[in-house]
C-alpha cells in the first residue's frame, strides 16, 4: 500500500467506508477540486420525466471558464470497492435518459439552487454581463438545451475497471482521482490533478490574455525518433495519448514535437477521429491525411518555453505563425 512519510508522521491510503463519507471530503475540497472559475453545486434532486425513468445525480459543475459557452456536468462521486458497472455505469446512463427526457427540470434544479447561493448567484450574473448573454435565463437555457450531456466521475481509485466501464460510453465522461492520506492523529492529506489543470497551465503559462479554452484546436505531442517515423508517419496516427474528454470533440489538429537531437516541431496533420486506445483511459488519433512538414519550429535555448514532456494545447493559427517554440505555446 502507497504510503507517504512527512515531517507530520507517515500517512496511509484510506479506504472509505461509505460513499457518503467519501463524497463529504470531495465537497468540502471541491473549490481546490474545480478552480476560481467553476461552481460546484452539492444537491441531491430527483432528475426525469414523471412517470418515466428518474435519477438523483450528486451535483453538478457549472464550468465558466469558456468565453460565451457555459458548460454544465453532472457529478457521480463513487468509491471503487462498489461494484462499478453498476454505482457507474448504470447510473450514468440513467443519469443521461433522465436528463434528455427532462431537460427543464434539470434547468429548474440549477435555477434553484443557485438562488439559494448567492455567492454562486452574483458570479453566473457576472459571467452573464461579462459575456454578453442577454440574462440569466439564457445563460441556462445553453447550458441544458444547448450542449450535450456531460459528467464527471470523482472516485478514490480510477484502475482498469473503470475504464471497461467508461469507454463505449458516446458522451463526454471526465475521471477525477481522488484519494485521501491519514496519518495516526487522523489527519488528512488528499491528491488529485485539479480538473482541466494541464488545459488552464496551457493558457495560464503561455501569458495569452485573449485566448480561452474554446479556442484550443490544436495539440502537440512529444516523439522519439522510432515512435515518429513508425508511427506518425508510417500509420498516420499517434496512439496512447491522454486527452480529456470533454476536449475531445474541439481536437482539429496534431502536431509533432520531435525530441532531442531535433529539438523541434516538424509536422502536423488534421484529425479525422479520436477513439479510446484499448482499455487505458487513453486516445488515439487517426489523420485525416498523411502528416505535413512545419517549421521546423525549434526550441529556444534558456527560451520561455521549455521542451514538451507531455501533450501541449494550442491554435492551429498560432501554430502556423510560429517560428519557435515560444511562439507556439
Not at 438545451?145 to 470523482?154: G, H, L, M, S
Not at 480561452?212 to 515512435?227: M, W
Request: hydrophobic content about 40%.
Amino acid at each position: 500500500m502507497t504510503k507517504l512519510v512527512t515531517s507530520a508522521g507517515t500517512f496511509r491510503v484510506l479506504a472509505y467506508p461509505s460513499e457518503k463519507e467519501f463524497e463529504q471530503a470531495v465537497v468540502n475540497q471541491a473549490p481546490e477540486i474545480f478552480g476560481p472559475r467553476r461552481i460546484y453545486l452539492d444537491c441531491k434532486r430527483r432528475i426525469g420525466r414523471r412517470g418515466g425513468k428518474q435519477s438523483v445525480p450528486d451535483g453538478y459543475v457549472i464550468d465558466l471558464s469558456r468565453t460565451r459557452e457555459p458548460q454544465l456536468f453532472i457529478v457521480e462521486n463513487e468509491i471503487a470497492s462498489h461494484d462499478l458497472f453498476r454505482h457507474v455505469g448504470v447510473q450514468l446512463l440513467q443519469f443521461s435518459v433522465s436528463y434528455s427526457a427532462a431537460p427543464r427540470v434539470v434547468r429548474q434544479t440549477l435555477f434553484e439552487e443557485l438562488s439559494d447561493r448567492p455567492e454562486a448567484l452574483q458570479t453566473c450574473e457576472q459571467y452573464v454581463e461579462e459575456a454578453g448573454l442577454r440574462s440569466l435565463d439564457h445563460f441556462l437555457d445553453e447550458m441544458v438545451f444547448d450542449k450535450p450531456f456531460r459528467a464527471i466521475v470523482i472516485i478514490d481509485e480510477a484502475g482498469d475497471d473503470l475504464q471497461t466501464v467508461l469507454k463505449n460510453f458516446q458522451f463526454s465522461v471526465e475521471v477525477i482521482e481522488f484519494v485521501t492520506y491519514v496519518n495516526q492523529q487522523g489527519e488528512r492529506i488528499y491528491r488529485f490533478a485539479p480538473f482541466l489543470e494541464d488545459v488552464e497551465e496551457s493558457i495560464a503559462e503561455a501569458g495569452w490574455p485573449h485566448v480561452d479554452v474554446s479556442e484550443l484546436d490544436t495539440v502537440v505531442v512529444p516523439a522519439r525518433e522510432d515512435g515518429f517515423v513508425e508511427t506518425f508517419l508510417g500509420e498516420d496516427r499517434w496512439y496512447a495519448v491522454r486527452i480529456h474528454s470533454s476536449m475531445i470533440p474541439q481536437i482539429k489538429y496534431v502536431a509533432a514535437y520531435r525530441v532531442s537531437p531535433t529539438s523541434a516541431i516538424t509536422h502536423w496533420a488534421p484529425v479525422r477521429s479520436i477513439e479510446p486506445w484499448k482499455e487505458t483511459g487513453k486516445v488515439v488519433l487517426n489523420f485525416a491525411q498523411p502528416a505535413q512538414e512545419i517549421g521546423p519550429i525549434p526550441l529556444v535555448r534558456d527560451g520561455r518555453v521549455t521542451a514538451p514532456q507531455n501533450l501541449r494545447y494550442t491554435t492551429f493559427e498560432r501554430l502556423k505563425k510560429a517560428k519557435t517554440l515560444d511562439d507556439a505555446f
